[in-house]
Nanobody, 124 residues
Framework: QVQLVESGGGLVQAGGSLRLSCAAS????????MGWFRQAPGKDREFVGA????????YYTDSVKGRFTISRDNAKNTVYLQMNSLKPEETAVYYC?????????????????WGQGTQVTVSS
């Protein structure tokens, strides 16, 4: 059982940066790969990126490569999403999720636990 709480969202101008945090409670945080997803109103949930259990393997959707970075601190039971050069079309609710696998997945159905989401609004 894992509970996830995202924070760090807010309003940012296009080209700006935000760092989202996802704090986990429960046992064996390090046994979960972690993913980040986002969802805008009327749109499907979109994969952003994932990080393996140990943090030594990461992958991202093409649109954020080079701008977003996922990291994790297993000692703090926290995963982060650093977002740079944000674009207005990336306005969405951002969710973190936990997957009981080594590497995670780009598919939302693979994840076992989800946070409540945090709103990110990128203004032009």
């Amino acid at each position: 059982q894992v509970q996830l709480v995202e924070s760090g969202g807010g309003l940012v101008q296009a080209g700006g940066s935000l760092r989202l945090s996802c704090a986990a409670s429960g046992r064996s945080f390090s046994s979960y790969a972690m993913g980040w997803f986002r969802q805008a109103p009327g749109k499907d949930r979109e994969f952003v990126g994932a990080i393996s259990r140990s943090g030594d393997w990461l992958y991202y959707t093409d649109s954020v490569k080079g701008r977003f970075t996922i990291s994790r601190d297993n000692a703090k039971n926290t995963v982060y999403l650093q977002m740079n050069s944000l674009k207005p079309e990336e306005t969405a609710v951002y969710y973190c999720a936990a997957d009981s696998s080594v590497y995670g997945s780009r598919w939302s159905y693979e994840y076992d636990y989800w946070g409540q989401g945090t709103q990110v609004t990128v203004s032009s």
